[in-house]
């Protein structure tokens, strides 16, 4: 199925793939001056793809190429209506990947985000909230991030303090290729940075004003041909003990990418399709309600979880998985885990 | 302060360092036969020390040697009774460190033990039973298998098979030394095995009897003079992802073994003394109770948990934490963390 | 082709795998009571297979399972007479290997050992500088060792002295399970143990009496399944720098066992037959003669290089490549190499 | 001893440091504008040094920053006489290293680079050589590049064919921060990279047009201020074997940078003194001559050897060792090494 390709959005070696698109005149040229029409033509494909497989329910899920970040720019993308105004003037700063977002929300489609890019503008945000339509993203959670996020924390929570960690990764599949362009890796870069934002903000005692609140972070993304499909992702903790000790943790996580990301993918639409089917009533209301338009709840899969305009993203793993498994555990009647197992912890 | 040798229950190569002990003739042999009056003497030292120093409490850990498993048997130490008349004749399957424990319990003193060894034969826990004092254990979590049962738990989680994991050590303190004899390194290997049964029982979708249920487990520890106290730890797990794909984790662990050890202690030692004071009585109760004897809520700082007898130990971390989190939060008031977070959820 | 099987030498859990022998009874049964109509046996098998196939030349490899050690004893194994009255006689220190070295001694077939064990005892040296024919072993270099013979080396040349070398080991193949019998895996550390020896004596300024001669070095194998083929090695070198700073280089290797070990045989055998053919004489001398009958030019391939009695063995994999290549470049004429490079060195 | 700074030659980041300069004016501002004034004032210094400490020889070393790359210019520092007229005229290619290299060669000073770029550009080259002056150079082989040099070449020998080498660094101390800037960084990058093409060049039955005749080779360096002086090389070597089969080597390296680098500044010095007292002549000639000016038997210590112009320099460590270690034994009269060992190998 043809899409569209706006060149200045993704790296320029991957022009030459660029051989499927319906955003070009007649004479074969890529057009980026007719943006609104994508914006409809592919509210049309959703449509007919729907009627044509006969289906009950569409799902989208964004996991093309990593774009650059757009700017967010007052008047241009700071509202649903500046945006659906700056769509229809071919602002330079809407990126396909929120034409995608916005002709979702207007077909009432769960639309998700499996790159790093902020597709998210405000103005989607707000789009998807006029027409309680959902959304979520940011960026597939499959490897190196996600044992980041899992290790930084338990780091902390035991007392260990973190003064550096160095995240190497290279790759040599596609991803790879359009990542070694710069713009593309700073999305990147964005997106796998604020993992451990959460991690220091969660002990006042480890990090603060008088003994530093930040860790060194470096992220290296390298694209390797010669290794392929198989990602290499290799991350340094340096670590503060008691007087003055140090501890040091080296991981080496070899793997293939592709067979790590798609069962997110599957995780992600199967779960979309059943919060989209979630409906709650309070005590003392009539009618049912759906839930917000943000799912944060795909936070689990996800590196740079959106979040709910005014509340924090919630980075943490087990966090995640617990929201998961207290919200199913409700649902079906069984009491949430909270761990605290009196039957074996009381005398009687 | 001097204490008890039983050669019988650590390595040889300790001989030279056991130079300050009681439990001996007045010509300096070591001597096993009077063990109740090894009882006694502990007992004794314990209420000199309180009331020396002026003490409104004493907790009792043990942080050393590793000794050798004891047998389990019946008529010996199998119950209370039998436990305190096998000690009093002196029988051979009686470790030091139950002694500690017999003397601890005796005394209502809290008794932790930080070492590998099964000092908690069931006489131990029905005599703790019975004097409502309080024990926990085993083992103190400081290192790698503190990161394994975070890390197995992740991968299960996330889908991913472990296939196999093997964990290399080497150290070369005298924890190391005394662990260079097959007898103590035992006692290890069986407290660090644990840890991956929990992760395969987790998850029967992975680990069942058609496409699998073990996981290949080796456990080495090397004692190498040349590193001292600074302990490296390498772990490789071995993975199967989707589509017949692999994923490998290296991990390279290098610290200083004591400054990990250290704040476990004194966690350990302040969270004992906090839950022994922690009193609870049920609504229609006039009554209140201690909490029940085996601390289960120490398990955060120990490698293999003890149980209540007829529960199953808890050995994941997150699992663990939450359970402090959850019992402090409720001690002051605050509700339990569940992570629904509706307030963000939910549309309005 | 059906073979011998001794089952004293191998481990137990071979047995299943020795379904085509030869040394077995009318009813199925394997006999060690007729070692020497087993050497007549395998000479014929050359023999045959060698007019069959109208080969000019036959060399025996010895790529089967790693072997216990045998003993060596006076008046067994320690002479070539000894030794053939020994086979004769059923001694139960008579492994296959030797057996099969000795036919093909016999036979002037060279013989080249790829295990470890010490199929070489001093009878089979003797027997083949008698018979002038050729041997050469032990142990395939293929991994783990030969990178150590590099880095060790490298390290102390470097005046970095290694302080422990620390190697593990895991793999899922049947080689991998043979070892796990601790007789079998005995001799692979023996064999494994050696190259550091000459890493300590090539530099008396860092290693002698006064500031240790010693590296504390730990080898260790372990049979993982799930691996299978696709063997770990793991090795940590902790070394000592100047003014008490330190160096630790962890190296983490993953190979395909089979896909190193071929080319090794395949080298191994071209050189064993070239080497055969090679022919000297002195400048006043009249006849030629052939090499010696221990072929040590092979120890390029060879991790516990066999050498001559009365010399010491040359472990380096550079000392051993450079034997090579100026033996080959004395051969057709060209200069040996010795770096002095005078044509850019000199002014003039 | 005050020295000189010219500020486009290091990063922004050095400024501050550079508070011991004597080009400036009186008000204080550094000056650039009397290049030939800093030739005449380092000359003097070294006058000045040797008379007040009555030495009899100098040797001078450059251990200071890494410079960014001077261009190579025709008619500016092509040739001798063009770089003493460019440093007259102030030209901004002229370095402070290149300054210091001048002064010493005009003073007979042997001079040694131990920074990456390009001091010895084709005028000091000429220069030098017209002055009978010794130089050496570039780069202080300490820790990644050196074990590279040796890895890359001990698996390219094997025939196993490096696809990939990817290598990563991160150090915090001054040497990373200057290295942190883009210009500096690539003067280390080009000094790092050469270290493969010797290893390329080495085989042409594994590196050919045919099967691929190029590694992709990544170099990262990375400025993390928390792990201060101690340095962290990752190096992961990834592999072809025969068949498809693979081979990965990952490396990780911890070491206190400053104490690698250390006794190799004491090597340079000592072998610079002693080869500018090594004379020779010819058999038929009367007198004796000095070595060429460029001492590439200094190569052993340094990363990218300057070679004389016309020939390759040569990048292999054993290479290197060999060739001092033969120069030496000839100049004591033993014959030189070539492994051939005949009295082990022959027969009689």
Known sequence: MPSIYYPDFI??????????????TE??????????????????????FKAKNDLDK??????????????????????????LEAIKSNHEEIAPSTVFAVASILEKVPYINGSPQNTF?????????????????????????????????????AGIKPLSIASYNHLGNNDGYNLSAPKQFRSKE???????????ESNEILYNKESGDKVDH??????????????????????????????????????????????LIIDLVIMSEFLSRVQYKKVDEEQYHDFYSVLTLLSYWLKAPLS?????????????????????RLLVGLPVNNELRFEERLLV
Chains 1, 2, 3, 4 share one sequence.
């Open 11 to 24: 790296a320029l070696n991957q022009k030459d793939r660029a051989d499927n698109i319906f955003n070009k």
């Open 27 to 48: 004479s074969g040229e890529v057009r980026t001056d007719n943006k609104w029409a994508d914006v409809e033509r592919i509210r049309k494909d959703i449509r007919e």
């Open 58 to 83: 569409v799902i989208v899920l964004w996991t093309a190429n990593t774009e650059r970040y757009a700017d967010v720019i007052a008047n241009v993308n700071d509202t649903s209506d500046n945006l």
């Open 121 to 157: 503008v405000p103005g989607v945000i707000e789009l998807a909230e006029k027409y309680d339509s959902f959304i979520g993203g940011d960026d597939f959670k499959s490897g190196q991030t996600k044992i980041k996020s899992v290790l930084a924390q338990f780091l902390v929570d």
């Open 190 to 200: 964005i997106s796998k940075q604020s993992v451990v934002d959460d991690m220091i």
């Open 218 to 263: 470096c992220i290296v993304i390298k694209y390797v041909p010669a290794v392929g499909d198989s990602k290499v992702a290799m991350d340094e903790y340096y670590s503060e003990l008691m007087l003055g000790g140090h501890n040091k943790i080296s991981i080496h996580n070899v793997c293939e990418d592709s067979l790590l990301a798609t069962p």
């Open 308 to 328: 709910r305009p005014g509340f924090k993203p919630i980075n943490g793993l087990n966090k995640q998985r617990q929201a998961l498994e207290n919200l199913l």
